[in-house]
């Protein structure tokens, strides 16, 4: 019998990679996602993949009534909870936005969850919890540092709000999963990122300045102290990071315990420069990138990636994908985006929305 799990955001750049490796994995997928960052046509993408329309309804997880009435019409038995936004600089300028989207909707998700007597939880956690780590690689036990934005803050106080749940005897069993910086897009290039607006990310700047949507791309520092001056991240593949997903959740439907909360690093353990994204970029397209480089970002950290061998350990899972690969699939989507007319989508949901 197939089991049930429900994916909030599951229409986003993470979320929708995710519901196409728990489909592989013969879980049986409901998607909640109001659309803010995301269109109802990655639905498309995802069955042209895996040949299933998940179910889905569009509403938002704030939303109690809505929320209730997906959970008494399906028979939910796991939680993936990617539904929140996520730029940072945005959340500086409106924090109560950030606050109460991020905080709210895990709320009324625990309550609904212990109202329906849903057990498992994944959660969206970041590396952003451990601002600049004294010790790299960053293992999970490195303090949490005061968040550098609303949005990192709301990330540090989910992970407490959970923590805080199970210790009060909730019977959940919660991971939080701490990503490092997804990149790329499923190989088949029908489903990837899909920014609204200037990308804030580094990778669909790259892409969108390659389709020669972006004159040039920034690099932001290049007198940081790290070999070549640019800050340095753990990247790591879209479908590595939706398969840790699915690793995540089968360790909790194999726990006994009625309740546990743990938190683990999900990255490949290796830092790369932004600088070298670019030149591997370059060299694994045959692309030669217009760039220049810009003042530090305030709230840029240095340099951070992350030691992941508890992931190994206790969900036997590793990133599997290298950076070329990417690169490679995050350009394949770029250019899928003008040929399958994915643009010309966008700006039509986007009238019509
Ligand atoms: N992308 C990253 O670099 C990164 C890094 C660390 C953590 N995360 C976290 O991972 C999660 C997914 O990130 P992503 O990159 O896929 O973002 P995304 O914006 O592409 O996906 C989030 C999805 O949630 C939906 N959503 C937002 N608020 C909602 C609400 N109240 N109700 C229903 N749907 C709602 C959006 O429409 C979107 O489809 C987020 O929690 C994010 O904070 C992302």
Known sequence: MQ???LVTGGLGFIGSHTVVALQEAGYEVVIVDNLSNSFAFVLDGIRAITGILPRFYEGDCNDRDFMQQVFSKEKVEGVIHFAAYKAVGESVAHPLKYYHNNLVSLIVLLELMQQYGVANLV???SCTVYGQPEHLPVDE?????PAQSPYGNTKQVCEEIIRDSVQAGMPVKALALRYFNPI???PSAHIGELPIGVPNNLVPYITQTAAGIR???SIFGKDYNTPDGTCIRDFIHVMDLAEAHVKALDYLLRQDAPSLYDYVNIGTGKGHSVLEVVQTFEQVNGIKLPYKFAPRRPGDVEQ???KADKAKQMLGWQARRSLDEALRDAWQWQKALKEKGILEKMQKAEANS
Do not use: D, N, R
């Open 215 to 217: 004159p040039e791309l």
């Open 3 to 5: 089991k049930t799990i």
């Open 304 to 306: 951070i990636y992350a």
């Open 141 to 145: 036990s490195a303090p949490i540092l």
């Open 184 to 186: 790329g897009a499923h």
């Open 123 to 125: 959660f969206s956690s």
